[in-house]
């Protein structure tokens, strides 16, 4: 998918794919009818294989900040497509999670109150401009400070300002003012999301309404299979605002982090809350071999680094080098050995 927020590098350097210089955003494993995968040395789809499979897989490469966005609940998606709303391109939720490949930026959840309100404060002690957003977030919280921007857009306001803040707000304003200039986005983003960097092998799980923004670097993506998006800001694609605040979560999270759960020597689980997916890590060595496996289902396994092996009961075995990915279709008892990082997507 060659969006244009997408590296002209990584995923080139990556997995080989992708034309040098010019923009390479995701690669898509599944079998979504958007873009479902075809298998290597054949004209078959995955979708002529596995047309239901519940997940799908991403490399994400991400030079540029990406819209400000979340996805609905199942019983959402369902209403506003077979309604026929525009901004809903199936009837599936997308609850994903995102692994970092390199270090990976994020905006991701509500700022506690008194971040938000300790921001606002300082802006309206700077100009009388901002006093009204204060007051509404005072009188209405989160969601009506979110209302608020949108219905008020004082980016270029913000950037004359911006300097009452922290070095690392202003610095965070200018990053994403560079690219969206004057968007409303730079308010929500800026001054009400959780900025935060993922390091190599950490994961975020974002479940139906939460609020995101990917910044900068490579990841991989695990989700149900959708490719429903409703965004805010921050994108030259539609935005439909009073959609995003019909499914939007406004607590403020503690933390999207997943805490991963080592389930044997070099066999990490990352657990979800859904059950469209589960994704565990694999780290097989010469000395360390992954033997028979008992985790069932339909796997898409993607190399990250290294090399890994995988072996069926069925006598099936696939060598994957790093960017590469494998489709097995009922796994039951598998081993996975070699020397290299991977992960297992499975439902």
């Known amino acids: 998918m060659p969006y244009a927020w997408g590296s002209t590098h990584l995923i080139q350097d990556f997995a080989t794919l992708g034309v040098e210089g010019e923009p390479a955003a995701e690669v898509w494993f599944g079998s979504h009818p958007t873009a479902p995968s075809t298998i290597a040395g054949s004209a078959d789809r995955l979708s002529d294989i596995a047309p239901n499979l519940s997940f799908l897989v991403k490399l994400l490469a991400a030079a540029k900040p990406l819209s400000i966005q979340a996805h609905p609940s199942k019983t959402r998606a ?20 995102i692994i970092a490949i390199t270090e990976f930026e994020v905006l991701c959840g509500f700022r506690d109150d008194s971040e938000i309100r300790s921001d606002l404060t300082a802006l309206a002690n700077a100009s009388s401009i901002f006093s009204p957003w204060l007051e509404a977030f005072e009188l209405g919280g989160t969601k009506a400070a979110v209302e608020f921007a949108f219905e008020n857009n004082l980016a270029a306001e913000l950037g004359n300002h911006i300097t009452s803040l922290s070095r690392s707000k202003v610095q965070l304003y200018q990053k994403l003012a560079d690219h969206f200039p004057g968007d409303v986005g730079l308010m929500i983003g800026s001054i009400l999301l959780r900025h935060q960097s993922l390091a190599e092998g950490q994961a975020l799980f974002l479940p139906a309404g939460s609020i995101h923004a990917y910044l900068k ?83 898409i396994a993607v190399c990250t680094a290294g090399e890994i092996e995988i072996s069926t009961s069925k006598d099936e075995y696939l060598k994957l080098s790093r960017g590469q990915a494998a489709f097995v279709s009922d796994t039951r008892l598998f081993s996975i050995t ?5 992960y297992l997507a499975m439902g």
Do not use: C, W
């Open 338 to 342: 070699g020397n290299g990082t991977g």
């Open 78 to 97: 369902r209403e506003q497509f077979g309604l026929g709303n525009p901004s809903y391109s199936d009837a599936n939720h997308k609850p994903e999670m």
């Open 217 to 299: 670097g490579l990841a991989l993506e695990v989700m149900a299979s959708s490719d429903n998006v409703l965004r805010g800001g921050l994108t030259s694609k539609r935005i439909d605002v009073p959609e995003l605040m019909q499914v939007l979560d406004f607590s403020a999270t503690e933390d999207y982090r997943v805490r991963t759960k080592p389930i044997a020597n070099g066999l990490l689980h990352y657990p979800t809350a859904v059950d469209d997916f589960s994704v565990f890590r694999v780290e097989p060595t010469a000395s360390n071999m992954l033997i028979d496996l008992k985790l069932e289902g339909s796997m």
